[in-house]
C-alpha cells in the first residue's frame, strides 16, 4: 500500500463516517416501509423515558450534568453517530431477542458499516482488493446446508471486513469502493470458497460522540478482528453474524459485546504466510 494511501485512509474522521452510516441506514429503511404499531410505541416508549428519569432521580443527577448529557445528545446527532451507539451498545441485546428460536447457525450484530449491492461473485473467487493489500492472506471456505443437513443450492454469502489497518471501505477516505467487500454465490451443493484478508483488531471511532463516552466513562474502545457475514438463500431464514479469531487480546471484552464461542475462528497457518479456516452455516427454514 502506497504512501499517500495510509496517510488518506488515516485520516477518517468519526463524523464523515458516522454520517455516511445514517445516511446508509435511513436509506434502508425508507426501503423497508416499517410501520409502528400505536400501543407497543406507546408502551416501549413510556418505559424508555420512565427508566431515563428514574436514573436522575436515583443518581440526583445536577442541572450541569443534565447539560452535559443534553450537549453529548446533540453532538451525538451531528457527528452521524447514532448508528455506531446503537449498534455497540444496544443491538447485542435486539439480536438475541430476533434468533432466540433459531436452531441453526449462530447470529451477531451487523454493526454500522454494512452496504447491500456489493459486487457478486461465484463460489470460488477472490474478494475485491488492493494488488498490495496488506494483511495475512486468507482462504476461508465452508458450505451452507439447511437445518437437518441438506445443500442449500446457489446460498448467497454477503462478506464485508476492515482491512489490516481496521478500517472500512465506504467509511474512510483512500479505499477503492467495494475494497474488501462482495457477494458470493454457493455452488449447487452449497459450498464456498472465498479468498480475502484477516482483518486486523480495532477501535471504534473515538474523536466524535461516542469517543468522549468512552473517555468519559473510563471504558475501552477495541473491538476483536472480525469477518462480518449475512447468509441467505431460497426458502430459509437469512443469518446475520460476525466471526472471530482466536488469541484475538479482545475477545472476552469486545466493546460491542457481541462475540460467542460458536463464532470463533481457528485458521491453519500455511507455508508462505498464508492462513486458511472452514466454518459452515446452517439456515433455518423460513
Known sequence: MSNDSYEAETTAKAAASGNAATEGFLQRTKKANIVADVARTNRIATRLVKALNDVAREENVTYDEYNVFKAWLIKMG???EWPLFLDVWLEHTIEENHNADKQGSKGTIEGPYYVPNAPEHPASSTIEMRPDEPGTPLRFFGQVTAVGGAP???AKIELWHADDLGFYSQFAPGLPEWNLRGTFIADNEGNFEINTIQPAPYQI????????LIAAAGWHAWRPAHLHLKVSGAGHQLITTQLYFVGDTHL???????????LILDPT????GKAEVRYDFVLDPA
Do not use: H, Q, R, S
Open 78 to 80: 451531528t457527528d452521524g
Open 152 to 154: 442449500v443450492k446457489n
Open 205 to 212: 471511532p473515538t474523536d466524535g460522540a461516542c469517543g468522549d
Open 252 to 262: 472476552a471484552d469486545d466493546v460491542a459485546g457481541a462475540v460467542k464461542p460458536e
Open 269 to 272: 497457518k500455511l507455508d508462505g
